[in-house]
């Protein structure tokens, strides 16, 4: 055990050099820039697998795992913010944002642990952690687990991946739903108050036609902003979601990389995440544009 | 909800705590990779014996050593098939060639297969194989000769470590005939009770029953390895029945894993020990009558409960009670603060004096937390009259000032790599460790009785001399032993067939689960 024994010298030069750590430090620099500039980022120290490589295994399961979370924070997000807004200053608006509040602010851990407990050990409804049961040996074909598991025809497989996956989905979609929820709300509330509403209104338009096409569709373009900024609450609560869950993602990736000092991995890793929430964001605003007419225009 | 989906055959759910990052026990030195590729897949020449620490026959059913002792000659089994599997079909049995194969791609820098896979083989360099194995030998199919370049019995010992698991010479010549040789080390191909199936990058490894391993086939038809790195999710699933076994637990759970009555929780002493060390080539420590009075003034079972809270037991002897010659008629010193005071009067600092006691600044397993440690020992030592002022520095640093001896006291500890009590002696407390040991102890009577036992190789003798050697070394108490750490491990209360290993190895080759 490397402790109170020393290394060899000669060891410990030849590893020097293979790190490439005997070179003055601005060339350490000058060499990583020339790397990261050609999409090299170097090859992780403990598994010696380059760190895109790494990345790319293991991204399908954060996208599958955040994409669910999004799903699920819209699908009820939207239609909560919505029904705050209608009951506005009323009872049922005071609870869904009090609730809301709760939800932004929730420490993803502690959430997480508390339903393990809860609904995996006391009530036994669902999975503690893992993407699917250790019964099943499902061929990876697009590193989607629920759409392999259903290619690979096996009974139960696509049962047992979706009950994986539901208390990370509810972990990782808690604080975008409550955002979302919040956000629709005062949108809504902002278009109710706008004239053509009142003119809707007066014109005897039924409430439901009123919200449900000409309110909501006004509303949702902040809202589809906020989804898109989403990205980045989405995958640094991955880094504790994973971790929680077993996830085998790149959350977990770079906490286990955080455990073993593979400087590589984490420096990479975070970069290559960075550019993917940078390039999410320049989408989010192509898409803002596409469903605005008043920027598509203004062009 | 793994076995009501599952299919019928009896598959074993092991939640491990981390991924492997190679399939190739040479490649690495972490624990979690040697559980998930030496204990299911591959043999050692020598093993360990199941539960203990002794080597007995592996892949090799005898060697002896010339009478120079500079030539090991090993006998090799007969019959061991090597796994079949989805990638490779063997076309012989294990024999010679395979270890001339493993021990000289370790060995030798001009080998093809030596840079594959971009290896360092860090063990094999850790342990000073590079400067200790001359060249590898085939006498004929089923003999073997290490040629060494001094005499050293340990070797034998080290021949049981799990990155010298005997790996296949055929698979590696089709895979470097095919162009990719690195999938000898990513798809393993071995000779132990389980085959490799897949691996799930961070998710799981899949293995199957050997039915033709040598020492008899598996009571289970697969294992899985589910890779679960929170230690409280771990019990979650353990109490959810998604695993059948787990290990380091965090210890607050403790209590509750042995109140779950579906639960079993089995524990030994780690192979390790915590200490605090005398700098002996420093007055008044270079007076045996004052570091034995420090022995005295120290309360360790204050230490024990608050430090170790359960996880660790007390050490008596420098080596852990699970090793071969760990001499149990030794007895620990009493905590006796007033015989302190009068042995300090008879060594002339009946007054007190200073010194400075160094912490560690990091947790390790033989010792979860160096600060509490130092001022409970810093409180203890004020009551004697010494004045101790606690030091501390990064650990790599602390590690390079007590190699260059600047410390006074200093706590510090080991975990051994291999069954062999020279590698707790020889590596600590040998005169030839001195000069940059922590203790700077060279003491000629012990060193003669622990060279003389690395250098001869019938274990009666050996035990002897060390069990001789450890009675001298807590008379003169160059170090205070504190603690070896207390391993748990979990299993579901199904589960029969386990014992526990000192040096951290899963092994579920016997194990079995009741319906």
């Known amino acids: ?299 | 909800m793994v076995f009501a989906n599952g299919a019928m055959a009896k598959t074993f759910v092991y939640c491990t705590e981390g991924s492997p990052e190679t399939f190739n026990p040479a490649l690495t030195t972490a624990g979690t990779t040697l559980n998930a590729t030496a204990i299911p897949v591959y043999n050692t020449l020598i093993q360990i014996e199941w539960g203990g620490t002794a080597a007995v026959p592996g892949l090799a059913e005898s060697w002896s050593f010339s009478d120079d002792g500079l030539t090991m000659t090993l006998n090799l089994r007969k019959g061991v098939s090597w796994h079949t599997t989805a990638y490779f079909t063997p076309s012989r049995e294990f024999n010679a060639d395979d270890v001339v194969f493993t021990f000289e791609r370790m060995l030798k820098a001009d080998h093809p297969y030596h840079p594959i896979s971009g290896a360092t083989y860090d063990y094999f360099n850790d342990v000073g194989m590079p400067g200790l194995l001359a060249s590898i030998e085939k006498v004929d199919d089923y003999t073997v000769n290490f040629h060494l370049t001094t005499r050293n019995s340990t070797v034998v010992s080290m021949l049981t470590l799990s990155s010298f698991s005997i790996t296949s010479a055929e698979y590696a010549e089709q895979m470097m005939a095919a162009g990719t040789p690195e999938k000898l080390d990513l798809q393993p191909v071995g000779t132990g009770p389980f085959a490799w199936v897949s691996y799930e990058t961070d998710t799981q490894i899949n293995y199957v029953a050997n039915p033709n391993y040598w020492e008899g086939a598996p009571k289970i038809d697969e294992l899985v390895f589910s890779i679960t790195p929170d230690n409280s999710v771990r019990f979650a699933k353990m109490q959810a029945g998604e695993c059948n076994f787990m290990a380091y637990p965090n210890p607050a759970d403790l209590e509750a894993m042995k109140a779950d009555s579906n639960l079993q929780v089995v524990q030994q002493e780690g192979f390790n020990i915590g200490y605090l060390a005398f700098n002996t080539e420093k007055a008044p420590f270079n007076d045996k009558r004052v570091r034995q009075a420090i022995s005295h003034a120290i309360d360790k079972a204050a230490i024990m409960e608050a430090v170790y809270q359960g996880a660790g037991t007390p050490a008596i002897n420098f080596i852990p009670p699970g090793l071969w010659s760990y001499n149990t008629s030794v007895e620990d010193v009493t905590y006796d603060p007033e015989l302190a005071r009068k042995m300090l009067a008879e060594a002339g600092v009946a007054d007190g004096f200073k010194a400075t006691l160094w912490y560690l600044p990091v947790q390790r397993p033989y010792n979860p937390n160096g600060k509490l440690m130092g001022e409970l020992m810093q409180a203890d030592l004020a009551k004697v009259g010494i004045a101790v002022e606690l030091v501390t520095y990064e650990w790599a640093e602390y590690r390079k000032r007590v190699r260059a001896g600047e410390h006074d006291l200093v706590m510090l500890g080991w975990t051994g790599d291999y069954g062999d009590p020279d590698n707790f002696f020889g590596a600590l407390l040998s005169c030839a460790a001195a000069p940059e040991s922590s203790s700077r102890w060279c003491y000629e009577q012990f060193d003669s009785l622990i060279t003389q036992s690395a250098q001869i190789t019938d274990l009666a003798e050996r035990t002897k001399l060390y069990e001789e050697a450890q009675v001298i070394f807590k008379e003169e108490a160059p170090v205070y032993t504190v603690a070896h750490s207390l391993v748990s491990e979990i299993m579901s209360a199904s589960v029969s067939g386990y014992k526990m290993s000192v040096f951290g190895a899963h092994d579920f080759k016997f194990v079995d689960i009741a319906e």
């Open chain 1, 1 to 299: 055990m490397l402790g109170e024994r020393r290394i060899d010298p000669a060891y410990h030069a030849a590893m020097l050099e293979r790190l490439g750590l005997n070179r003055p430090l601005w060339e350490q620099y000058g060499l990583y820039l020339g790397q990261i500039a050609r999409a090299d980022f170097g090859k992780s120290i403990v598994t010696n697998v380059p760190v895109i490589e790494e990345f790319f295994a293991r991204f399908p399961a954060t996208i599958e795992l955040s994409l669910s979370a999004m799903l699920f924070a819209v699908v009820l997000g939207i239609p909560i913010g919505i029904f705050a807004a209608l009951r506005r200053g009323r009872i049922g608006d005071h609870m869904t944002i009090g609730a809301a509040m709760i939800g932004q602010s929730m420490p993803i851990f502690w959430w997480g642990q508390l339903l393990i407990m809860l609904v995996s050990i006391n009530l036994g409804w669902t999975p503690v952690s893992g993407r699917i049961s250790a019964a099943f040996s499902v061929p990876s074909e697009t590193g989607f687990l629920l759409i392999d598991t259903l290619l690979s025809g096996k009974k139960g497989a696509f049962g047992s991946a979706l009950s994986h996956l539901i208390l990370p989905t509810i972990v990782l979609g808690t604080i975008p739903l409550a955002i979302i929820a919040r956000m629709t709300r005062s949108a809504v509330i902002e278009v109710l108050s706008e004239d053509y509403i009142r003119t809707a209104k007066a014109k005897g338009l039924r409430p439901l036609r009123i919200v449900g096409v000409h309110a909501l569709r006004n509303a949702l373009i902040p809202v589809v902003t906020i989804v898109g900024l989403q990205t980045g609450t989405l995958l640094a609560g991955a880094v504790l979601t994973e971790t929680i869950f077993s996830w085998p993602g790149i959350g977990k990736w770079i906490v286990g990389s955080l455990d073993k000092r593979d400087y590589p991995v984490i420096q990479g890793g975070v970069l290559v995440i960075a550019t993917v929430v940078m390039c999410v964001n320049l989408l989010v605003d192509l898409i803002y544009g596409w469903i605005n007419p008043r920027i598509r225009r203004a062009r």
